[in-house]
């Protein structure tokens, strides 16, 4: 598969064994979680996939890593129907630690999912559209209400900390059930719908 930044984002994730010629087709499904685990909260995004990866079927969900957003971002969900993107977010309009849902186009002009020498993930996905890439049907981003992003260690903050595993949770229950793309109800506690 071709990527819009050329280099290939996929080559790590398709496994193949010319002994058994035994070949793993790739889930449907990618989850990736966005941060910098050296600067407290800003890492909560990675620490969501971690547990994401041990709780969701490999079979029917790949969850990666990055520290990259814009373009770098869209190269990894060349090829996928659905998209999860689990970042850090810090509004001061709710507690630390509140897990909430967006659509892609939330973060139009937003410096969380893009950087300032690219551009924000809204604008890359419609530029990558615009361009024929393959991409997914659904892209769902869970944000998680941070305190800090500033202090460089590598461990989140308290009540940060200790939302990753209802967050880690709530997307897995989203996810299985089918509603990580529409909007939540009571179904879905400790997730609220910015859609």
């Known amino acids: 598969m071709k990527s819009l930044t050329g280099c290939d984002p996929h080559s790590d994730q398709q496994r193949f064994s010319t002994a058994g010629l035994e070949t793993r087709l790739r889930p449907s499904t990618i989850v990736i979680g966005l941060g910098n685990d050296l600067l407290s909260d800003d ?13 969701l079927d490999p079979e029917q969900y790949d969850v990666i890593e990055l520290a990259v957003g814009g373009m770098g971002l869209v190269d990894h969900l060349l090829g996928y129907r659905r998209a999860v993107v689990v970042d850090a977010c810090r509004t001061g309009r709710r507690a630390p630690g509140t897990l ?20 924000d993930f809204a604008t890359a996905l419609e530029l990558a559209r615009r ?6 049907d659904e892209i769902a981003v869970f944000a998680i209400e941070v305190e800090d992003v500033e202090t460089i260690r590598e461990r ?19 996810l299985r059930s089918g509603s990580g793309f529409s909007t939540f109800d009571s179904r879905h506690p400790g997730v609220d719908s910015e859609s």
């Open 131 to 136: 361009m024929g890439a393959e991409l997914p």
């Open 100 to 119: 909430t849902r967006h659509r892609p186009a939330d973060f139009a002009n937003s410096p969380r999912l893009g950087s300032y020498h690219t551009m």
């Open 156 to 174: 989140c903050t308290p009540q940060v900390e200790a939302a990753i595993e209802m967050a880690a949770t709530g997307i897995a229950r989203a």
């Open 43 to 55: 890492g909560v995004g990675l620490y969501v996939a971690r547990r994401l990866r041990a709780i």
